[in-house]
């Protein structure tokens, strides 16, 4: 047993110090903790990390020092090492990755002081190019959230932001779906974007540009994507039941982690659906939201709509699109939202068409940057 400390520390080196004691069997950290977090966890934890995502149900990821190690070395292995831009907070795993992958490469993270924005970002990027040694500029890292990099992409004019983005050999974007125009905006000006797929059970992204990293396994079960490796956390912190159902055995005895997100492989490609979870039913028939929402972003001046569910009652529930507004008014409400109808319509069918288009002053977020979809569900229903 070793002690568990909550931490809410934000600066770089003290946390990577406490992680490095962590890894070396003294007190584990614990991430987004709060009353109630037991003093002591087993031998070999080095992070707990307190996680409700965008479902608002509340988890304690306990992650050993060998499953942290396991992703880092594995990441380094597939894009390389260097120095990291610690750009998200380190109580999110992308966060604490970001650290233990500084200190498997014997180097200290630089952190964005004050509020990100594409002026902070490219300061922090100069100050990281800086050589620190006679071998010169190491290569350059840093993971973002997509609105992260569809904010910086919005200010490339500057020749500044575009210079502190081309000089990253890998910007490793997660914690949701790569809108597809994001990611062709960036190639076409050299930035070099790779998309990870992952989660805090996973010690982070184990997919990188649909290509499992080399000690993952992927495999398909009733439509479901599992992941194995020696990455994957030990379970949920006092939920033994919760760990049962979600870390599962198969008949050789392999640990998988029940990701609950549909997809598939194809031809060694991970393809991810969406959230088995995250499905309405409208009019009788199914309907992914995540589906939906990746068409929708498909769309000009919808790069960062996101799809929600609410009851419906001529049909029971049904599909609202809530996007900032902006591009979008370049149309108008009416003519967006049935440019997006008939588009979703092409690809999914009529009974998939969303219903309403809410456009707001910006979308609320988790701290992680991922959108929070309870509270803008919540919303549209208070203005339904």
């Known amino acids: 047993m070793v002690a568990l400390i909550p931490t809410d520390a934000e600066d770089p080196a003290q946390l990577r110090d406490a992680l490095e004691r962590a890894f070396d069997g003294g007190p584990a950290l614990g991430l987004g903790m709060v009353a109630g977090a037991p ?51 380190a109580g999110y795993v992308a966060g604490l990755q970001v650290l233990v992958r500084s ?37 350059l890292y840093t993971s973002l959230v997509p609105a992260q990099v569809a904010t910086l992409l919005d200010a490339a004019e500057d020749t500044a932001v575009r210079a502190a983005l081309t000089a990253y050999r890998a910007i490793l974007v997660g914690g949701q779906a790569l809108p597809e125009p994001l990611r062709e905006r960036a190639a076409d000006l050299g930035v070099r974007l790779v998309r990870t797929y992952g989660s805090t059970e996973t010690s982070g992204g184990c997919v990188y540009d649909g290509v499992p990293l080399d000690t993952v396994g992927v495999r398909v079960v009733d439509g479901e994507l599992r992941l194995a490796g020696p990455m994957l956390a030990e379970g949920y912190l006092g939920d033994g039941s919760l760990t049962a159902r979600t870390f599962v055995h ?49 769309i000009a001046g919808l790069h960062e709509a996101v799809v929600v569910g609410v009851e419906d ?66 919303a549209v229903v208070e203005l339904h």
């Open 250 to 298: 198969d008949e050789h005895g392999i640990r998988w982690y029940r990701t609950g997100d549909l997809g598939l492989v194809e031809d060694g490609i991970v393809r991810v659906h969406g959230r088995a979870d995250n499905v309405i039913v409208s009019g009788g028939i199914n309907i992914s939201l995540d589906r939906v929402e990746r068409i929708v972003r498909r």
């Open 39 to 89: 003093e002591g966890v087993a031998d070999g934890i080095a992070a707990v990390i307190a996680t409700s995502g965008s479902s608002g149900i509340p988890k304690r990821v306990a992650l050993s020092g060998e499953a942290l190690r396991a992703s880092a070395e594995a990441t380094a292995a597939r894009i390389g090492s260097g120095r990291w831009l610690l750009a998200l907070p």
């Open 313 to 378: 009652e001529r049909w029971g529930e049904a599909s609202v699109i809530v996007a900032v507004r902006g591009e979008v008014l370049r149309r108008s409400e009416s003519e967006q939202l049935a440019h997006a109808r008939a588009v979703v319509e092409d690809e999914l069918g009529r009974h998939a068409r969303p219903a309403r288009l809410i456009l707001v002053d910006e979308i609320d977020v988790l701290p992680s940057g991922k959108p929070d979809r309870e509270a803008i569900r919540r």
């Open 103 to 139: 200190i498997l490469a014997g180097t200290q993270p630089t952190r964005i002081e004050g509020r990100f924005s594409p002026e902070s970002f490219a300061q922090a990027t100069f100050e990281m190019m800086r050589p620190s040694s006679p071998s010169g500029i190491p290569d």
